[in-house]
């Protein structure tokens, strides 16, 4: 698969594609300008030209993880789901984010994603707090 940021705005518009695969309630128009953030990089997985995946990263600095990447968004297109897609663009995002000083990758996951857990805590990430959140 070859990896690399997503900086076009055509590129930026397939991943809204993929990307509304995981937040489908989100308006496209929104979720493309999202990926415009200068802090949010967007990655895209490539297989023989075609997008099956995309990763949104940004980095930041916090007292309990020092400097680290917070992986927002990982989604593998529906039909390439399995093939190992994921498993190499969290690779990418762990090799891009050591190579910027990152400390670690961190993320969340909706309670009911048993599934995203276990992918996760096969790449032997591991469970070590609790998020909230308050609608505003």
């Not at 200068?38 to 309990?64: I, R, S």
Request: aromatic share 12%; proline share 1%; hydrophobic share 40%.
């Amino acid at each position: 698969m070859d990896t690399r940021e997503l900086t076009s705005d055509a590129e930026r518009r397939a991943a809204v594609t993929i990307l509304r695969q995981l937040w489908s309630e989100r308006d496209p128009a929104d979720v493309f300008a999202w990926t415009g953030d200068d802090d949010y990089h967007l990655f895209g997985g490539h297989v023989d030209g075609e997008l099956v995946g995309v990763a949104g990263v940004v980095l930041t600095n916090v007292l309990h993880h020092a400097r680290h990447a917070w992986l927002y968004d990982l989604v593998v297109d529906e039909a390439h789901r399995g093939e190992g897609y994921g498993t190499e663009l969290v690779n990418f995002v762990e090799e891009w984010a050591a190579g910027r000083d990152c400390e670690r990758v961190a993320l969340a996951s909706p309670r009911e994603k048993e599934r995203t857990h276990r992918f996760y805590e096969e790449l032997e990430y591991e469970r070590w707090g609790y998020v909230v959140e308050r609608e505003l």
